[in-house]
């Protein structure tokens, strides 16, 4: 509110319609990992998608270009790239998951104020990702917020099935005992978050801080596709921990 360099709300928090007494009543509040506990514009995950398809490349002998569609036509169609590898050509998911999630930490620059905003948040925090156990204590350690988190559920703990399949969130919330209308889900990707909404959770998108789409999201996934499908999601903003404090102060 105080904040002298913020832009102007109505640019940041795209949409709210989240009301107090459900904000309040929230106990369980569950984070995505790439794109929504670090900003997108920090570039970080362009490097495991790359390594994606470099490693579909060699695995089912094609060139970079083919290996590329591929890894967009599962994403689309399986929910990861990874579940598609899985399903179509039974790959072992294990050294994927090391082979694509080994990168270089040191562009992910921990953030202080988001920190302070999710500690601040009464009741248990989780990380919920479609990523690997490893990478998930490998990111959050490093932007020094592991500590403030109950759990993590990657998706070795979701028996490999990717949001946006409901399998794992049932997973999920029974493994953790979740009360879906007593918590919330925050995201950068539009279609995680319907089997979410769908359960009775409170649902909020992070979009980009640069304004640009992102290359590696299928079409329904990308911010442009905002006005389309987002009756949905609760609030979206391109600043969590901005929106984080304006509901905590
Ligand atoms: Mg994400």
């Known amino acids: 509110m105080s904040d002298p360099i913020s832009k102007p709300m109505t640019e940041i928090h795209i949409k709210d319609a989240l009301s107090t007494e459900r904000f309040n009543a929230i106990g369980d509040w569950i984070f995505d990992l790439d794109n929504t506990l670090y900003r997108a514009d920090m570039e970080f995950f362009g490097q ?11 695995y089912l002998d094609v060139d970079a270009a083919q290996a590329r569609k591929t890894q967009k036509q599962y994403l689309v169609e399986y929910g990861t790239s990874l579940s598609g590898l899985m399903a179509v050509h039974n790959m072992d998911p294990a050294d994927f998951l090391h082979q694509v999630h080994d990168v270089d930490l040191s562009l992910l620059k921990p953030e202080p104020d988001l920190r302070a905003a999710i500690k601040a948040l009464p009741g248990r925090k989780f990380i919920y990702t479609n990523g690997s156990r490893a990478h998930a204590e490998n990111v959050a350690g490093h932007l020094q917020i592991l500590d403030l988190f109950e759990g ?9 099935i990717p949001k946006p399949q409901c399998e794992g969130f049932e997973i999920f919330n029974k493994r953790f ?3 879906p209308q007593k918590a919330m889900f925050f995201e950068d990707n539009l279609r995680n978050l319907s089997v979410p909404h769908q359960m009775g959770m409170a649902s909020l998108l992070v979009t980009p801080t640069n304004g640009q789409d992102f290359a590696h999201e299928p079409e329904a996934a990308r911010p442009g596709a905002l006005n389309a499908q987002t009756s949905h999601i609760d609030v979206i903003t391109s600043d969590l921990s901005g929106w984080l404090n304006s509901r905590l102060s």
Do not use: H, N, R, V
């Open 152 to 160: 993590s559920f990657a998706i070795e703990d979701a028996g490999y």
């Open 177 to 179: 005992d979740i009360d």
């Open 48 to 58: 495991i998608d790359k390594k994606m398809t470099a490693y579909i490349s060699a």
